[in-house]
């Protein structure tokens, strides 16, 4: 049986303030000429629609199965489809929960700040020839991911970029402009910002890890400044972005690829390394190591999903848009982490006070380090 002829479920709201959607399941956000926002849904059994709730404030836009709805569609097979109409230029925020994918088209994007949140095991995917925005803010929680694919991305005031958990954030472009440019990560999560041109920031730039993870730019990019932290054993593959001044700072025993066109402060504590490419400037002391080749970590984008119907078998679950526990725990896990992190960083600052050895040397990483290339091409659950 065709979706265009399944039951159907449609909510129309009657506010015109809202800007701010929560989206606990697969679905599709488009934009259309309508003063108001309206969710449609189609499903090929109608218990998943009685079991359809929706939550509109009159500023937050939501829906979600009831708890009974998940109990009576347990172990049952359910294909459906979402679609969520916004009003052109509507959209300031936006947080998908639980493990579908949501798939946005920019032109239901606000153009001044937006907000885009995933946290749970699903993944947004934001693509479009081009897209101009006052600020942008993107942050990945959980297992899941956030897929921008832009080539043309200006931001005029900054772009705020965060992971918390193990998930996976890509900015791509083929030129990003922005004022300033923010990443962290928290955890053994992963974030990409790439650009086949250039990264052009006007102002700052500021890369923190605290964990195991990662952050990757490339292939070239400027800034006035950059900032680089590290606390634990993650990386920081940043060289590509050749800035004026630029200063790193590790805790742990990670690592940090930078480079610098005119000044350059770094401090280790720890078995931690900095890497410098090109030429450094003035040849200035620190710890650091010269490095001709430095390495370059790549993300490889998956599909898009296809605009069809999802299939999706209900197990013993907790509603996502109900639920505190999952997004909480996650938050938990991470603080945690964080603690541990500042906890080891602290005893490491004590033992070098004292004078004494904290670490055993690690092994010096060759001029011209190998290149590394992505193994993020993990595919997406799709029907």
Known sequence: MAASSWPVKIYNSSSITTDSLKVPLHAFIRAYDAPTPSIVVRADTQVFLDS??????????????????YDRLRNTEVRYLIDVYMPTRSLASLRA?????????????????????????????????????????????????????????????????????????ALSTTTLDAG??????????????????????????????????????YAAGTCRDHKVSISGSGDAFVSAMNCRDTSAVIAGSGSAYIQSTTTLATSVAGSGRIYVAGTVPGGLPGSYTPMASPPVTTYNAVPVPAYEPHKTKFGSHVSTGTSWTRDNATLIGVLVAVLIVLLVAFGVYRCRKSGRACFRSKTERPVGYARKTSTENQAPSMA
Do not use: C, R
Request: glycine fraction near 14%.
């Open 52 to 69: 359809l709730a929706f939550q509109d404030d009159g500023k937050v836009l939501g829906f979600d199965l009831d708890h009974d709805g």
């Open 180 to 217: 300033s440019l923010k990443m962290a990560v928290a955890g053994s999560g992963k974030a990409y910002v790439g650009a086949s041109s250039l990264v052009n920031v006007s102002s700052s730039v500021a890369t923190s890890v605290a964990g195991s993870g990662q952050v990757n730019l």
């Open 97 to 169: 929960m639980g493990s579908g994918d949501v798939v946005v088209t920019p032109s239901a994007l606000q153009n001044t700040s937006v907000v885009l949140t995933t946290a749970g095991s699903g993944t947004v995917f934001v693509s479009a020839p081009s897209i101009e925005l006052a600020n942008l803010n993107i942050s990945v929680s959980g297992s899941g991911g956030f897929q921008w694919d832009v080539p043309a991305t200006k931001v005029t005031s900054g772009v705020d970029l965060s992971v918390s958990g193990s998930g996976t954030l």
